[in-house]
């Protein structure tokens, strides 16, 4: 088992909608995760982190960790077109930051 | 203003050559990474270190070597044993040993294709 992984998608959702996006990790990976968004072409830029178990909001992002379940989940609210892009997960094992292959998500308008 | 820079962002390397990518930060971050990453793919760990005068291999270190000689400063060379070097490369770096702040930060990454 990989220690992060993402659903490829893509995800698409109309504009206005809720996006909702997972990942789930081993038992190899510590509780540290992290949400980034990456535009075609571009570096990953961080969007939200999460250390503890629960809900963390942040504007329209909303970051969702379960412990229990081993997964970790990122919702965008009120979606709009700018939001397409690539969203990578990463977690924290050991003194490496490993991350998924990322869910590419698609706002239509 | 602080951050992350890597240089140069195009670079074109000959078959059978080293080259050099550069990674400097001014964030007086402990900690620094190189990854790559292959069109459609998610990123790959090649290095890191967690302190000046060490570093670990990731998971594809094989072809590349790197130096932390400085705190600033994680220079990554790709050499003529990486049989595949064309991807998009990025250096990233974090505070070390804080478990509720190891936040990454990315620089704008370093496009290496073999002519």
């Known amino acids: 088992q990989k220690e992060v992984e993402q659903n490829s998608g893509p995800l698409s959702v109309p504009e206005g909608a809720i996006a909702s996006l997972n990942c789930t990790y081993s038992?190899?990976?510590?509780?540290?995760f992290f949400w980034y968004r990456q535009y075609s072409g571009k570096s990953p830029e961080l969007i939200m982190s999460i250390y503890s178990n629960g809900d963390k909001e942040d504007g329209r992002f909303t970051a969702q960790l379960n412990k229990a379940s081993q997964y970790v989940s990122l919702l965008i609210r009120d979606s709009q077109p700018s939001d397409s892009a690539t969203y990578l997960c990463?977690?924290?094992?050991?003194?490496?930051?490993?991350f998924g292959a990322g869910t590419i998500l698609r706002v239509k308008s | 203003d602080g951050g992350i820079t890597q240089s140069p962002k195009y670079l074109f390397r000959k078959e059978g050559q080293n080259v050099t990518l550069s990674c400097e930060q001014n964030?007086?971050?402990?900690?620094m990474y190189w990854y790559r990453q292959d069109p459609g793919q998610g990123l790959r760990l090649i290095y890191y270190?967690?302190?000046?005068?060490?570093?670990q291999k990731g998971d594809i270190a094989e072809g590349y070597s790197v130096s932390r000689e400085k705190k600033e400063s994680f220079p990554l060379t790709v050499t003529s044993a990486q049989k595949n070097p064309t991807a998009f490369y990025l250096c990233?770096?974090?505070?070390?040993?804080?478990?509720?702040?190891?936040?990454?930060?990315f620089g704008q990454g370093t496009r290496l294709t073999v002519v």
């Open positions: 990233a770096s974090s505070i070390r040993g804080r478990l509720s702040n190891t936040e990454a930060f």
């Open positions: 270190s967690q302190i000046v005068n060490d570093f």
């Open positions: 964030l007086n971050h402990d900690a």
């Open positions: 038992d190899r990976v510590s509780q540290s």
């Open positions: 990463a977690g924290q094992y050991g003194n490496k930051l490993v």
